[in-house]
């Protein structure tokens, strides 16, 4: 079954205590990307990556850093979290192709994160 | 940079009833992707449908269609034949090719379908 993973589903965590979301996708995409979801705010892009080893900063990079050693895996690290970064956060792939994108992005379950 | 406005924070629906969604964007370019993304509260984000700007078709995916108005810069999601399950919330999203497919969101619409 094609999907995009995310683990933990729900995390609660205290200020300045690293942390890892991992994300992970089984359909070879080469696009991957982060948002966090807030109310009023939508989704807001965080950080996306194009392929190995190539990754941009999105909307909202601050207190954000990304990885994406493996085609199939783009884990998000929280270095120092605040808890102005509790929020939802969602995974999402796709593919590129020639057109310029369009593509369908395929979301993950999301990440409940509270920092307290 | 583009925005994406959504005027309408709660909307409701008697079952069988149609229903429009507003979607109002701003943007620079003349090509450009459009999309309703659907959240019910289980949160997964799911594609509902998708308008390329320069087809001047409105997409129609069954029971969702959208009134694409390219010079108004209006995306509205309409919705025939309300269902129970249509009860999510909704978002509309522009995506501007060789992006990044970077989607940018409007701050959505919570849809409750009434029975």
């Known amino acids: 079954e094609a999907q995009v993973t995310q683990n933990p589903r729900y995390l609660i965590t205290v200020t300045g205590k690293k942390l890892t979301v991992t994300c992970s996708q089984n359909?070879?995409?080469?696009?991957m990307s982060w948002y966090r979801q807030d109310p009023g705010l939508g989704l807001r892009q965080i950080y996306y990556?194009?392929?190995?080893?190539?990754?941009d900063k999105g909307d909202v990079p601050e207190g954000y850093k990304v990885s994406r050693k493996e085609k199939r895996n783009f884990p998000l690290i929280l270095e120092s979290p605040s808890p102005n970064q509790t929020s939802l956060y969602f995974c999402?792939?796709?593919?590129?192709?020639?057109?310029?994108?369009?593509?369908?992005?395929?979301f993950g379950p999301g990440t409940r994160l509270t920092v307290t | 940079a583009q925005t994406v406005t959504q005027s309408q924070p709660e909307m409701s629906v008697q079952e069988a009833e149609t229903v429009t969604l507003s979607c109002t964007y701003d943007?620079?370019?003349?090509?450009?992707?459009l999309f309703w993304y659907k959240q019910p509260p289980s949160r997964q984000m799911i594609l509902v449908i998708r308008?390329?700007?320069?087809?001047?078709q409105n997409a129609t995916e069954n029971r969702f269609s959208v009134n694409f108005q390219k010079a108004a810069k209006s995306f509205s999601l309409k919705i025939s034949d309300s269902q129970l399950g249509d009860t999510a919330m909704y978002f509309c999203?522009?995506?501007?090719?060789?992006?990044?497919?970077?989607?940018?969101f409007g701050g959505g619409t919570r849809l409750m379908v009434k029975p």
């Open positions: 990556s194009m392929n190995v080893e190539v990754t």
């Open positions: 359909m070879n995409h080469e696009y």
């Open positions: 308008q390329e700007a320069y087809k001047q």
């Open positions: 999402a792939s796709s593919s590129i192709g020639q057109s310029g994108g369009g593509y369908e992005q395929y």
């Open positions: 943007t620079s370019e003349n090509n450009y992707y």
């Open positions: 999203a522009f995506m501007k090719p060789f992006s990044g497919n970077m989607l940018t």
